[in-house]
């Protein structure tokens, strides 16, 4: 764990700069009407959960390089996450992948994470890959698919599966289950696309219809992989079908490499805002396809966009729903991956706070297309990380982050501890 006295003690030389910095940038939003005030006290607030199968190295088809200390047990994952939210006081919430994370013990594991300070964010199931537990031994296989399949068996252990990540949540103290498929086809003609669908629609109305009172569940859509035909859940129409026909505490995630290339990822969540079906977000960035990149690395615009559209669809505030980071570590260190990451998510949510809705709307409304497009880049070219770093400060975090990881040697301790040839589970 990295105590709070040492980051205090890494703090202190840089508070006179910051200092300077926060002065300068307060000036900078109230000669434009924005408090800034009320930007660091709604950052303190925003919550963004980490997936246990982020803490380790990722990898393709081609290999996987682990860097070492990587957590080897669900426990060593909540204690990583710890660190993370003791250094950005944002972090504070783990989401479970099972059967990668399924305890033996889950009130041990629970009060485990109570112990750090880390809450169990939504859970998440995996259809995509046989497990011995939910597919009878082997005699039954998801390899055609789990909710779509055409053996009606290996659709009842796939629902079974589903509701057992929801009792295992429940006694987590989760409140939502996450559900993202592989069902598809590879080449045509190899399904019927409808009665894919319509098996499906029908394996997610079971599930719901399992979940305990005050609980979620969320339609998670992409386009392609691993099938490259079809996906049943290709896009957010076919997502939001599936959640109005699973029931009404059922909602569309928006994960951000989930999309084609170019896709209008803001619009996507203003529409699925707009029905009232917009359940969370898995954040990242990509380049070509599902990439799993450094949230925010590739397209800084388009992150900002989608946070101006989501307080758009909360009246001014951020919605209620869930936030996660979801990436691939292939070549970064995982943490130091999740620490810029949770930086620059929020960087766009302060750039969006900082804009003038009514000099926008007034835009909008006299159909000046310079004039709003000079509105929004205003609120994005302005530098607002000396607010992230007031808000981390309050909380007892660090101003820099990735410089104070690096600098308690967190990583070399893991790796004495774990081993050099830990790895973590997952793919």
């Given at each position: 764990?990295?105590d709070?006295?040492?980051?205090d003690?890494?703090?202190r030389p840089?508070?006179d ?5 926060v002065d300068h940038l307060?000036?900078?939003l ?8 009320g930007?660091?006290?709604?950052l303190?607030r925003?919550?963004?959960?980490v ?5 380790g190295t990722g990898g ?5 390089f682990p860097?070492?200390?990587?957590p080897?047990?669900t426990e ?9 939210d003791?250094?950005?006081r944002a972090n504070?919430?783990?989401?479970l992948?099972?059967?990668w994370?399924?305890?033996r013990?889950p009130a041990?594991?629970?009060?485990h ?7 169990f964010?939504a859970?998440n ?6 497990n011995?537990q939910t ?8 390899k055609?698919g789990?909710l779509?399949?055409?053996?009606a068996?290996?659709?009842?252990v796939a629902v ?6 929801i009792d295992?949540?429940?006694e987590?103290?989760?409140?939502a289950?996450?559900v993202?498929?592989?069902?598809g086809?590879?080449?045509?003609g190899?399904?019927d696309?409808r009665?894919q669908?319509?098996r499906?629609?029908e394996g ?6 399992h979940?305990p009172?005050g609980?979620r ?6 386009p ?5 035909y079809?996906t049943?859940n290709q896009d957010w129409?076919s997502?939001?079908?599936?959640a ?7 909602s569309?995630?928006?994960d951000l ?5 170019n896709a209008n ?5 203003s ?9 969370g977000?898995?954040?990242?960035d990509s380049?070509y396809?599902?990439d799993?990149?450094?949230?925010g ?7 900002f966009?989608i946070?101006?559209e989501?307080l758009?669809?909360g009246d001014?505030?951020l919605?209620?729903l ?5 990436q691939s570590?292939?070549?970064?260190d995982?943490?130091e991956?999740?620490l810029?990451?949770?930086e620059a998510?929020?960087?766009a ?7 003038d809705?009514d000099a ?14 000079q509105?929004?880049?205003?609120a994005?070219r302005?530098?607002l990380?000396?607010a ?6 309050r909380?007892?975090?660090?101003l820099d982050?990735?410089a ?7 990583r ?5 501890e774990?081993?050099?040839g830990?790895?973590?589970t997952?793919?």
């Amino acid at each position: 764990m990295i105590d709070r006295d040492r980051i205090d003690d890494l703090n202190r030389p840089l508070l006179d700069a910051h200092d300077r910095d926060v002065d300068h940038l307060a000036d900078r939003l109230d000669r434009t009407a924005v408090d800034f005030e009320g930007v660091v006290e709604t950052l303190r607030r925003l919550r963004v959960a980490v997936p246990s199968w982020a803490l380790g190295t990722g990898g393709t088809r081609f290999g996987r390089f682990p860097i070492g200390g990587e957590p080897r047990t669900t426990e060593e994952k909540i204690d990583d996450i710890a660190v993370l939210d003791a250094l950005t006081r944002a972090n504070g919430a783990v989401s479970l992948h099972v059967p990668w994370d399924d305890p033996r013990d889950p009130a041990a594991l629970r009060e485990h994470a109570a112990q750090r300070g880390v809450a169990f964010d939504a859970m998440n199931s995996n259809t995509f890959q046989d497990n011995p537990q939910t597919t009878r031994d082997g005699d039954l296989t998801y390899k055609f698919g789990s909710l779509a399949n055409v053996d009606a068996a290996v659709r009842e252990v796939a629902v079974a599966h589903n509701q057992h990540v929801i009792d295992l949540g429940d006694e987590l103290g989760s409140d939502a289950l996450t559900v993202w498929l592989a069902d598809g086809t590879n080449h045509p003609g190899q399904a019927d696309l409808r009665d894919q669908f319509e098996r499906t629609a029908e394996g997610l109305k079971a599930i719901h219809d399992h979940l305990p009172e005050g609980w979620r569940m969320f339609t998670e859509h992409k386009p392609f992989e691993p099938a490259f035909y079809s996906t049943v859940n290709q896009d957010w129409g076919s997502s939001l079908l599936l959640a109005q026909a699973a029931g009404e505490r059922a909602s569309c995630l928006v994960d951000l490499g989930h999309h084609l290339p170019n896709a209008n990822i803001e619009q996507v969540v203003s529409r699925l805002a707009m029905v009232g079906r917009l359940g969370g977000f898995h954040f990242n960035d990509s380049k070509y396809g599902d990439d799993d990149l450094t949230t925010g690395s590739i397209k800084p615009f388009q992150l900002f966009l989608i946070f101006n559209e989501l307080l758009r669809a909360g009246d001014g505030s951020l919605p209620e729903l869930a936030y996660m980071l979801d990436q691939s570590h292939n070549v970064k260190d995982p943490l130091e991956d999740l620490l810029q990451s949770t930086e620059a998510l929020l960087l766009a949510y302060a750039q969006a706070l900082a804009i003038d809705r009514d000099a926008l709307a007034e835009a909008q409304h006299a159909n000046d297309a310079a004039r709003a497009q000079q509105v929004l880049q205003d609120a994005f070219r302005t530098d607002l990380r000396p607010a992230l770093a007031e808000a981390r400060r309050r909380d007892g975090g660090a101003l820099d982050p990735l410089a104070t990881f690096r600098e308690v040697g967190y990583r070399a301790d893991t790796i004495a501890e774990r081993g050099s040839g830990a790895a973590a589970t997952g793919l």
